[in-house]
């Protein structure tokens, strides 16, 4: 029943993530990089979370990975956004983004043992499957300025690595 539950929030969170993908077209690139902060946040809260709940390696070794690399990533983002002396723009996708989390991380917390590894794993998958679309889709084609473009570009390749990464465990933990 809690793995229903954890599917149901999950697919919620990514609907509402996936039918406002037309609208984050019309970003700006200074709301579209709050967005990627947004979602390296989120995926560092998950990562945090995973780590206090789970005691699986495999899962903290990669729960580790994505605290290091979306924290290496905002940091970009922050340094080019002050280089440009910009500040990124809160919008309603960020807003979305951080209310379907919510979401994730109250079914998260209900989880234990395998039954967490698997839901966490499986988030971890659709979450970087669908966020990497937007990225590649959505996101990099509208993007105005060259830097801004080049670092969701950086941040894409590594992301795709994550994809992957997610795949492999969600195939082990459910062999």
Do not use: W
């Amino acid at each position: 029943m809690k793995k229903t539950i954890s599917v149901i929030a999950i697919s919620a969170a990514l609907c509402a993530f996936q039918a406002s993908a037309q609208d984050v077209a019309d970003l700006n690139d200074l709301e579209m990089a709050h967005v990627a902060y947004t979602a390296d946040n989120i995926d560092i809260r998950y990562a945090h979370m995973a780590l206090a709940l789970s005691s699986n390696p495999e899962i903290h070794a990669f729960a580790n990975t994505m605290i290091s690399d979306h924290t290496a990533v905002n940091e970009a983002a922050l340094g080019l956004l002050d280089k440009l002396g910009a500040t990124a723009q809160d919008n309603f996708f960020s807003q979305a983004l951080n209310d379907g989390a919510e979401q994730v991380i109250n079914n998260f917390s209900n989880l234990r043992g395998v039954e967490f590894d698997i839901a966490y794993a499986a988030n971890e998958l659709a979450y970087h499957q669908t966020v990497n679309d937007l990225v590649e889709h959505t996101m990099i084609p509208n993007i105005d300025n060259d830097e801004v473009r080049a670092l969701f570009q950086q941040g894409l390749e590594i992301f795709k690595i994550h994809e992957g990464h997610a795949e492999m465990m969600v195939k082990e933990l459910t062999e």
